[in-house]
């Protein structure tokens, strides 16, 4: 498998200022959305790094009318000492993600089930794909679910290589994923599968489309490194390729 890094995984957002410590991505068609608007550190930051960062994309944010301030720190580098007492101290939350990357004829065996159909998002269902989105993404409140809407309406027209694939089960729409592609890798994003239709194969079917449409690629993606579904990858025969920090404070 080609070698690959948290530098392959898709940021939606504007580079507004680079540094040698340091990427600001900026979003202003979703300000709302924090993986669009934070600082990704390119090296571990001193204490004193750190706080010139926060002090800038506070004021940075205030202009636009943002709440919040995130930092994403270099992959594999844990936050020790006075870093995490000062964040701990200063009220952020701390999570982490995984990396996990699969050649697709890796993948583990699943079966075919007659009542699952997976269809490519076109003009036809593209209606579907955003009712079925919005019902999802109301857990995060409304202006949320209606932000995404629009993102998904925007990249539909002008994103040629991030797909959309639906799954139905019997008929009722269950699922979907997003497929950002490049040369070398397909990465899966916004894997979801409706409540009432887990644990039904949905999810494998979905990933199995993947699989089966971009064998020559690397198949990647990032799961919440808090999360359960993450088991889920690694016995599907993922590849664990490391962890990355990230913090955040509203």
């Given at each position: 498998?080609?070698?690959?890094t ?8 504007n ?36 706080k010139?960062?926060?002090?800038y994309l ?5 202009r ?19 870093l ?10 701390n ?32 209606e ?51 497929v ?14 409706d ?24 198949v990647?993606?990032?799961?919440d ?5 993450r ?20």
């Open positions: 498998m080609k070698q690959v948290f530098d392959d995984i898709y940021i939606l957002g580079i507004v200022t680079e540094n040698d410590l340091y990427r600001h991505y900026h979003y202003p068609e979703m300000l709302i959305r924090y993986d669009s608007n934070f600082i990704e550190f390119k090296k571990q930051p001193s204490l004193t790094e750190l010139e960062a926060e002090k506070r004021e940075f944010h205030l636009y009318g943002q709440k919040h301030v995130k930092f994403c720190f270099p992959a594999n580098s844990r936050i020790e000492g006075e995490e007492d000062y964040l701990n101290k200063s009220g952020y939350e999570g982490f993600l995984e990396l996990y990357a699969i050649h697709p004829d890796q993948f583990s065996a699943v079966e075919d089930q007659p009542d699952i159909d997976i269809q490519v998002v076109t003009d036809d269902n593209f579907t794909y955003l009712s079925l989105q919005y019902q999802q993404d109301l857990a995060f409140g409304s202006e949320f679910a209606e932000a995404k809407i629009d993102l998904a309406k925007r990249q539909f027209k002008e994103e040629a290589r991030i797909i959309r694939v639906l799954a139905f089960y019997k008929g009722t729409p269950a699922g979907y994923v997003d950002i592609t490049t040369d070398k890798t397909a990465e899966i994003d916004n894997l979801t599968v409540e009432a239709f887990q644990k039904k194969g949905i999810g494998s079917r979905l990933q199995k489309f993947v699989m089966d449409n971009y064998p020559d690629k690397a990647i993606l990032v799961a490194g808090e999360d359960t579904v088991e889920m990858y690694r016995k599907q025969n993922y590849q664990y390729l490391g962890f990355q920090n990230e913090v955040q404070k509203i």
